[in-house]
Nanobody, 116 residues
Framework: QVQLVESGGGLVQSGGSLRLSCVVSGGAFSSFAMGWYRQAPGKSRELVAHISNGGGSTTYADSVKGRFTISRNNGRYTVYLQMDRLKPDDTAVYFC?????????WGQGTQVIVSS
């Protein structure tokens, strides 16, 4: 059974940066495309970015394009989300999961709070 453990969130001022990590265990990580999702208070969970299984293809939601970068290290079973020029609207709990569908049980997520 695949397990997802996210980390790296925190409190940051508007304009700041954070780097999120997601360690994936229990499955053939290099076979899966992966995505980062987020859920803001009172809102539905949304896809922020996704990356192909080999890392050669990435796609971003319009709201984060040019500010966020998704990457992965298959040797470390880890997917990353570098978040720069953060805005208060980026405040949410961030999760990783499979793409194009969240195939796996959700992890606990990591909280990101951006103060204005």
């Amino acid at each position: 059974q695949v397990q997802l453990v996210e980390s790296g969130g925190g409190l940051v001022q508007s304009g700041g940066s954070l780097r999120l990590s997601c360690v994936v265990s229990g499955g053939a990580f290099s076979s899966f495309a992966m995505g980062w999702y987020r859920q803001a208070p009172g809102k539905s969970r949304e896809l922020v970015a996704h990356i192909s299984n080999g890392g050669g293809s990435t796609t971003y939601a319009d709201s984060v394009k040019g500010r966020f970068t998704i990457s992965r290290n298959n040797g470390r079973y880890t997917v990353y989300l570098q978040m720069d020029r953060l805005k208060p609207d980026d405040t949410a709990v961030y999760f990783c999961n499979g793409y194009p569908a969240p195939y796996f049980y959700w992890g606990q997520g990591t909280q990101v709070i951006v103060s204005s």
